[in-house]
């Protein structure tokens, strides 16, 4: 698996440059435009936005020159719109829009696979979007039920297994910012510092959003015995061929053998991660202790 046998080479450039926060501004607002129009974004949309973009920023025209491409005739009546286009043609150099001739001759830009997904992460980044864990231990327990009932396993297993791995590594990520919020409070020199930490942004970002829920309405222990239920069940030679005939039958895999392998696995991994769990959020646990701890030892001192 080679990350830049897919990505083209230069797609970081932009972000690693001078003019890293005027690019950023414009992918996500041309990332935002996208989701809102079923067509393709005309040139001229497109030149707008960023127009906009470089326009809200004093320092836009020299943060981009870098953009600037010397083959292209200057506008010096709009100087920011000359440059809007110079930004959109240095995007498309480096793989994050794709240029297309309509029937009208006319161009518009849509943004490549890749791009759709690592603009839509940079975008709940940017958001500061909450963790993606409310509700995953049930939706994954509903999904694995739901697919005994109905029968649809071969469409239901591949979600359930990847929602176990975003609840997997969201759970990663709660423990390893309250290391986070642990530090913070360490580095305070005052009591009201150290309230304000522990009552305003940790439990605003922690506990509110994700570690309350863990413990109560979402806990593990409410819904990992239907899960693992439902896993023994399609485990058996039987419904482990239904689940590969249906998978075959999508399209997304060569051979029934391999959509057979690949159950099986997506079963085994999603058993592992729930009969594991405990352990995981037990060192959430443990973090979330050493976190008040501190907090307390600080506002002694």
Same mark, same amino acid.
């Given at each position: 698996?080679?990350?830049?046998?897919?990505?083209?080479?230069?797609?970081?450039?932009?972000?690693?440059?001078?003019?890293?926060?005027?690019?950023?501004?414009?992918?996500?607002?041309?990332?935002?435009?996208?989701?809102?129009?079923?067509?393709?974004?005309?040139?001229?949309?497109?030149?707008?936005?960023?127009?906009?973009?470089?326009?809200?920023?004093?320092?836009?025209?020299?943060?981009?020159?870098?953009?600037?491409?010397?083959?292209?005739?200057?506008?010096?009546?709009?100087?920011?719109?000359?440059?809007?286009?110079?930004?959109?043609?240095?995007?498309?150099?480096?793989?994050?829009?794709?240029?297309?001739?309509?029937?009208?001759?006319?161009?518009?830009?849509?943004?490549?696979?890749?791009?759709?997904?690592?603009?839509?992460?940079?975008?709940?980044?940017?958001?500061?979007?909450?963790?993606?864990?409310?509700?995953?231990?049930?939706?994954?327990?509903?999904?694995?039920?739901?697919?005994?009932?109905?029968?649809?396993?071969?469409?239901?297993?591949?979600?359930?297994?990847?929602?176990?791995?975003?609840?997997?590594?969201?759970?990663?990520?709660?423990?390893?910012?309250?290391?986070?919020?642990?530090?913070?409070?360490?580095?305070?020199?005052?009591?009201?510092?150290?309230?304000?930490?522990?009552?305003?942004?940790?439990?605003?970002?922690?506990?509110?959003?994700?570690?309350?829920?863990?413990?109560?309405?979402?806990?593990?222990?409410?819904?990992?015995?239907?899960?693992?239920?439902?896993?023994?069940?399609?485990?058996?030679?039987?419904?482990?061929?239904?689940?590969?005939?249906?998978?075959?039958?999508?399209?997304?895999?060569?051979?029934?053998?391999? $959509?057979?392998?690949?159950?099986?696995?997506?079963?085994?991994?999603?058993?592992?991660?729930?009969?594991?769990?405990?352990?995981?959020?037990? $060192?959430?646990?443990?973090?979330?202790?050493?976190?008040?701890?501190?907090?307390?030892?600080?506002?002694?001192?």
């Amino acid at each position: 698996m080679s990350l830049f046998g897919t990505l083209p080479p230069t797609l970081f450039s932009p972000l690693a440059s001078p003019g890293a926060p005027v690019y950023a501004a414009a992918l996500l607002a041309l990332f935002t435009e996208t989701r809102r129009h079923q067509q393709p974004l005309s040139r001229d949309l497109a030149a707008h936005m960023v127009r906009e973009v470089l326009a809200a920023d004093q320092a836009a025209l020299a943060a981009t020159a870098d953009a600037l491409d010397p083959e292209a005739a200057a506008d010096e009546a709009d100087p920011l719109a000359g440059r809007a286009a110079d930004v959109l043609r240095y995007l498309a150099r480096c793989g994050w829009l794709r240029v297309e001739t309509q029937s009208d001759f006319t161009q518009s830009y849509t943004l490549p696979d890749y791009a759709f997904r690592l603009l839509s992460t940079l975008s709940e980044i940017a958001s500061n979007e909450p963790l993606p864990l409310q509700g995953l231990i049930f939706s994954i327990y509903s999904i694995l039920q739901t697919s005994l009932r109905e029968g649809n396993a071969h469409i239901s297993l591949p979600e359930a297994h990847r929602q176990t791995m975003s609840l997997l590594g969201g759970l990663k990520e709660l423990q390893h910012n309250i290391g986070v919020h642990i530090e913070q409070v360490l580095r305070q020199l005052e009591a009201r510092a150290v309230l304000q930490q522990v009552f305003t942004l940790y439990r605003g970002e922690i506990v509110d959003k994700a570690y309350h829920q863990l413990r109560t309405t979402d806990h593990v222990s409410r819904f990992r015995p239907g899960v693992l239920d439902a896993l023994t069940q399609l485990s058996t030679e039987p419904q482990v061929m239904q689940i590969a005939q249906g998978m075959r039958a999508n399209g997304t895999l060569p051979s029934v053998e391999a $959509a057979a392998e690949r159950a099986i696995t997506q079963i085994r991994e999603i058993r592992e991660q729930f009969e594991l769990l405990d352990r995981l959020l037990q $060192a959430i646990d443990d973090r979330h202790s050493q976190f008040v701890d501190s907090a307390v030892r600080t506002v002694e001192l």
